[in-house]
C-alpha cells in the first residue's frame, strides 16, 4: 500500500487527543480508524508514523474530506459491524469519540479485537463531577462542554464513565494496557491522574484481548 | 439549436470532432475468432503532456458511446453523455487531463461493429459480428493507449459497463493503470440482472422485422423489439422513488379511456424513450452489449475468487455507488471493495445519496460531483499536474 506524501488536513493544529493516541501507536503499523471523521488523524499517522490502513465513516462529508486529504475512506455504518475486514489484519483499531455513539458499543469492542491485535477508543466520562453535578444537584440530564447536546438530540446515546467501561473490559476479558484522561482542551495534570472518574472529561484507552 | 452561448461556456470542452484510427494487427477475442482489422472511433477532450502522464480514459456503458462531453455540431440539442463531469473545471478537468473517450468494438457510432461492411464478405458484419467480452475492450483499448502515447493511463474511469471495463484493466494490465475509479458497477451480474438482458435480447429477436439479425439487408429495423428492450432496460436504470416523483400515476388526458392507449404519463415516457432510443441505436449491438455485460466475471479465471482476482492490481481505487441503484446495489459496490481490502490495496469507496436509481451515476449530484473531484485532485497531484 502507497503512503500519499500530502496531507492538506495536517496542516492545522492535530486535536491533542488525537497527539496522545499518535505516541501510542508504532510507526509503520497498520492502523484502522472507526469513524474516521474527516481523516485527520490518519492523515497524521500517515506523515509522522508511515502507518497504512483505512478509514471508516458514516458522513457524506466527511468522505469527500478524507479523499481529498488522501486518506482511503470506506463510508460505512459501524452498526454494521466490521464483517468486510478478516480477523487481525490490522495492529491497532482505533476508534474516537465515536464509542458512545453507536448502537452495540459491546459488540464493536468485540468487532476491534476480532480484526485488530490492539484497540484505542476515547469517550466522554458521564463519570466527570460536573455530569454528577448536573443530575445530583439540578436533577436534569448533563449537558456540558464534552457533551453539548440536550437528551433528546444527542448522538451520545450509550454514555459511560470510566468505571463502566472498566467494568464491561473485565466481563469481556479485555486488558487495558494503557489509560489516559484529559480536560476539554485535552490536558491533563495530577490531580486528574488521583481521580480520573472524577476528574476526567474525556477517557483515552489501549486494550487487547486476554490470550 | 444549442444556444452559442452555451458552446462557447467556460466549462465546455465546445466543439469537438471525432477520430478513427485504422488497426491492420489481428486481435484476438475470448470467444476464439480474431478480428483481421478494425477501426476504433474516439473523441479527446485537453492536451497529452509531454511526459504522456496526464492522460485518462473513460470507458462508456451498454448505450453510450465515444461521445462523452461537448458538441459535434451548433445543431445538437445535447452534448456528450458525461458532459456533467468532463470539461474545464469539472471533475475530469481538461485544463490538467487529456482525456479519452473509445467507442467499443461492436458499437454502432464508428468504431467496427455489426453496421460496419465485411471486408471478406463486402455486406455488413450483422449477426455474424463476433460477440466481443469486456476483457476484449480492454484489449482493444490498450492498443489504442499504445497509439496515443500513453505508457501509463493516471485513471481508468467508467461507470456501470464502464465500470467494469475498469475493473479489468487493472487486473489485466495493471502497470498501466495508476487509478481505477468504478462507478455504479458490479464485479459480475446477478441471476436477476441476466433475466433482464435475456428479456431485453428476446424482445428484438422475436420481432418479425429482426430477420435473423440481417434486417440491414431487408432494409427494415426491428423497431418493436428494440423499443420494447429499451423501456425494460428504462425501467430497471430509473428507482421506483424516482419514477413516483417524476410520474406517479399522472393520467396525459386527466381520466381513464378503458382502452390500451397510452394514459399514464409514465407509459408516454417509456414510450416515448423507447422510439428515440430506436432512432440512434442498431438492435444488433445492443444484443452484443448485453452479452458483454452477462459474460463478465473476473473472478472466473481466479476459482471463483474476486480477491485474488484482484491481488495483482497495483491502482488505487475509488469505487462509488448509488442508494437507490436497484440494478448494480451499493452491495454489488462493496463485493468491490471487499476483494480490495482482503489485499490491502488502496481503495475508497462513496456511498452517495441518490433516488435517481442506476441512471444516478450520469447525473450532476452535488455529493458525488464532490467525490470524483476530491479524487481527481489527488490524481493530478499524485502525477505532478
Sequence with gaps: MTALTTHPSTQVALRPDLDIISEWITPGSRVLDLGCGDGTLLAHLWDTRQVSGYGLEIDSVNIAKCIRAGVNVIQTDLDAGLSDFDEASFDYVVMTQTLQAVYYPARLLDEMLRVGREGIVTFPNFGHWRCRMHVALRGRMPVSRTLPEEWYNTPNIHLCTLRDFEALCAKKGIRILQRTVVDYAHHSNFAMSLLPNLLGEIALYRFQRIK | MIELTELLSADSVGLVIPQTLHFDDALPLDCGRTLASYDLVYETYGELNAAGSNAVLICHALSGDHHAAGYHNAEDRKPGWWDSCIGPGKPFDTRHFFVVSVNNLGGCKGSTGPTTI??????????????????????????????????????????????MQVLQWSIDYPARIRHALVIAAAPKLSAQNIAFNEVARQAIMSDPDFHEGHYYAHDMIPRRGLMLARMLGHITYLSDDLMRAKFGRELREGKLNFGFDVEFQVESYLRYQGRAFVERFDANTYLLMTKALDYFDPASDYNHDLSAALQRVTASFLVVAFTGDWRFAPARSREIVRALLDGDKDVSYAEIEANEGHDAFLMPIPRYMEVLDAYMRRVAAEVGL
Aim: net charge positive; aromatic share 8%; glycine share 16%.
Design chain 2, 118 to 163: 465485411n471486408p471478406t464478405t463486402g455486406q455488413p458484419y450483422g449477426p455474424d459480428f463476433p460477440i466481443v467480452t469486456v476483457k476484449d475492450w480492454v484489449r482493444s483499448q490498450v492498443r489504442l493507449a499504445d497509439r496515443l502515447g500513453v505508457a501509463q493511463w493516471a485513471a481508468v474511469i467508467g461507470g456501470s459497463l464502464g465500470g
